[in-house]
């Protein structure tokens, strides 16, 4: 098993987090390998070289889960780069929403590392074209969204200033700030989405496109979708005043969105998002800014260790 850490996680946290969990890993698994990549092409590179130990474990935020996958990841099969490698992770994150729900942790922290109860989940992929004219694909297991969600993770990871001060001292009230901040000086996006026999024109608070009912830490939806239906949840926040925006984000923290008036929801295996202009599109609370991209499920694509 390779378990490849991010201590930075978290705002800085991460690394007082694992030293327990260490510990009690290695009296599990006695062969353990703990790499810790300077940078995230370290991490790739960490990562392609360790195909052969056959469990991949991310140990880290969302965000690592995210660089792990698409690591493992290649674009020329939409398959893993071997067929024997399994996907782990230990969350040291401030959302840690791909163990959600949670049923097994370690100290405390969340992890998936039984590789022998591993079952296959779908992966999403995004093929994008970039603002200046290229093409790009990247994977994901959780989420995407357009919109506000995604204009908050933006201004969440480039926080700078008070934000940034709140950041390295409480996450879940940065976040909280972050948010406010971004309904405040929120405008709705136009966007035209295109699924297999259904177009949406509408201007749009925010749009999701999910694997995952968890998302933004605490926020979830009531949508039907599994990790290995197939398909994705659709889920379109209409354009509204700021306070029924909040109303709806209130709502989430609960768990409810499909009895909301601002709620359409749709599912399907492929959705293209087309905003007027360039925009951030979140994957797995990554960013990427877009002028357009198509999202389609691989369906049981990757193998995940069980909780």
Partial sequence: MLVVLNPRSNAGTALAKWQPVERELRLRHPGLVV??????????ELVRGGLATGTIVAAGGDGMVNLVLNAIMDPETDRPRSERIVLGGIGLGSSNDFHKPMSTNVGGVPVRIDAERAAPIDVGKATMLLPDGTRTVRYFLLNASMGLVAAGNHSFNQARGAIGWLKSRNVSVAIAATALWNIATHSPLTLRLHGTDWTHTAPVTNVGVLKSVHFAGGMRYDTPV???????DVNIWAAAPRLR????????????FTGSPLATCLRDTAVELRPANPAPLELDGEITIVESARLQVLPRALRVCAA
């Fill in 35 to 44: 790499e810790t990549p300077t940078d995230p092409q370290a991490a790739v």
């Fill in 226 to 232: 599994t990790k290995a239906d197939g398909m994705f």
């Fill in 245 to 256: 925006i909040l109303g709806l984000i209130a709502g989430l923290y609960r768990g409810r």
